[in-house]
């Protein structure tokens, strides 16, 4: 197995007017650190996409990486670039970048310029940033490179914001962690399971994680009895629910179930869209405390009053209306019969 580490530079529309739907990200700069199965580094791959969307440089985007147009123009186009990386990754090989966009943007490019993928399915791959997190203990944080860099007193590698010295810091990052870590691979969203076979369920050490296959709307990802379902993340078997699915802020919802052995577990699911536009559905079970299941009930009791004010409100210009209505007619009556 290798290992490659690849980041990515890119330019957006400078106005939301000129954006494209779907390429709000082009890809300018593509570089990677090879690593082999002992994390020794191997090859380096480097390459200047010329963009042909947005082909006036952002300011930010000029001022983070530091490029040019006029450097731009000499790039290659994005299909070349990207067969000739996809060659040199080669076939056995794991993704790793730091955070989880690099990936998912590269594949919305390679759509978008009509670069056929190599690999099928859902990709695995290590988002370095999430296992730094991890391994400083403090797994809710996003660090930034420069930040991760300083506290491993990493010598220096070139400036940041350049995809290959970027790909060099994270690969020495990468290698420098305790692999004990690793467990924690990720799983990228731009292609979710394209059936039942492919979907995906990990037990990790706190939780559980089920990655649904698509579907076309999200009454019918909820629908599912698989996705509504709800084992315990510890035993595997199934746990009685005693909240049901409760949709909690825009695309995600909660549930409270109890498994004999284990106590309570509180279930998560993320709706998410693909890159085919199908919907599908990343579930977590967690096991929790007492506390954290309170929490979850207090959740549910908002969501009910929310739901019952707006019913209520709903009514009361409902009633408004048909007063107002009313009024106008009499007054139309009182106006024809004057006349
Ligand atoms: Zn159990």
Known sequence: MEYIVFDLEWNQSGSKAGEREELPCEIVEIGAVKLDASFQARDEFSVLVRP??????????????????????EGRPFREAAERFLDWCGADSMFCTWGDMDLTEFQRNMQFFGVKPR???????YDVQKLFAISQREPKEQRSLEYAAQVMELSE?????????DARYTAEIFRRLDKSCLS???????????????????????YSKY??????????????????????????????????????????????????????????????????GKLFAVKTIKRVSEEEADAVR?????????????????????????????????AADTMAQNR
């Open 184 to 206: 924690n691979y990720s799983t990228d969203y731009y292609r979710c399971p394209g059936s039942r076979e492919e979907e995906i369920r990990a037990v990790f050490s706190t």
């Open 298 to 330: 207090k959740r549910q009791e908002q969501m009910r009053q929310q739901r019952r004010q707006r019913r209520q409100r709903r009514k009361r210009t409902k009633r408004e209306a048909g007063r107002r209505d009313r009024q106008r007619q009499i």
């Open 52 to 73: 042909v969307v947005y082909r006036e440089l952002n300011r930010r985007t000029q001022e983070l990486i530091g490029l040019t147009e006029e450097e731009l123009r």
């Open 211 to 276: 990655i649904s296959m698509g579907f076309s709307t999200t009454e019918r990802v909820m629908a599912d009895k698989e996705v509504a379902s709800t084992r315990c993340c510890v035993c595997g078997k199934p746990a009685k629910r005693r909240i049901r699915w409760f949709s909690w802020r825009s695309g995600s919802y909660y549930c409270l179930a109890w498994c004999r052995e284990h106590g309570w577990l509180r279930g998560k699911i993320r709706i998410k869209k693909a890159g085919n």
């Open 119 to 125: 690999r099928q399915g859902v990709l695995k791959y």
């Open 157 to 165: 590698a070139g400036p940041f914001h350049r995809a290959l010295s």
